[in-house]
């Protein structure tokens, strides 16, 4: 029987699906986690409801780790980010600062799914462009992946959370705005 079992999924997700799959998975994903939950994207700009689930999760004790790039290539991504790390970071999350550029996709939920593809999280890539993930059931694909996002946060700084300056948060709110545009 477990030779037949799939170890891995191909996901796409795209304005021609039915439903928003990898949204939904993600979201859901988070609500459920126990234990942890680790991302690394260049561009994090998640819907209020994906943001909403991975704070309550580190919230209620699951380790949410995100690492993402000091600088992407896309600086008004870089603004509009930083009020969602900002949040997942008072909620307890750990944000790690690659000092690079990090164009790597990837998830690991738990030991139960990781994920790798083309997907940002941001509502963009979530809800616009065409995109597929990769997600894997094996332990085996899973302890690989999370070995790793370690590997890539060890050389990381941590994201202070720091409040940000009136005219600051005034200039992210704006560029959040457009966000589907970034």
Not at 94 to 101: D, S
Not at 116 to 145: H, K, T
Request: aromatic letters at 6%; a neutral charge; proline letters at 4%.
């Amino acid at each position: 029987a477990e030779a037949a079992r799939a170890h891995a999924l191909w996901l796409p997700c795209g304005p021609d699906r039915a439903d928003d799959t990898v949204h939904a998975l993600l979201t859901a994903a988070a609500w459920r986690a126990q234990r942890r939950i680790l991302v690394a994207s260049p561009y994090v700009v998640p819907d209020e409801a994906l943001l909403d689930a991975l704070c309550h999760a580190s919230r209620r004790g699951v380790v949410v780790q995100l690492v993402v790039p000091r600088r992407s290539n896309h600086r008004l991504a870089d603004l509009a980010r930083e009020r969602a790390l900002r949040e997942l970071v008072q909620a307890g999350a750990q944000v790690w600062l690659q000092p690079q550029m990090l164009h790597a996709k990837a998830v690991v939920v738990d030991d139960d799914f990781a994920m790798c593809g083309s997907l940002n999280l941001d509502s963009r890539s979530l809800f616009i462009n065409y995109e597929a993930m990769a997600v894997w059931l094996g332990q085996p694909e899973i302890a690989a992946l999370a070995t790793w996002f370690a590997s890539l946060a060890a050389g990381c700084r941590r994201h202070d959370g720091r409040a940000a300056s009136l005219p600051r948060d005034v200039l992210e709110g704006l560029v959040r705005a457009v966000g589907f545009q970034l």
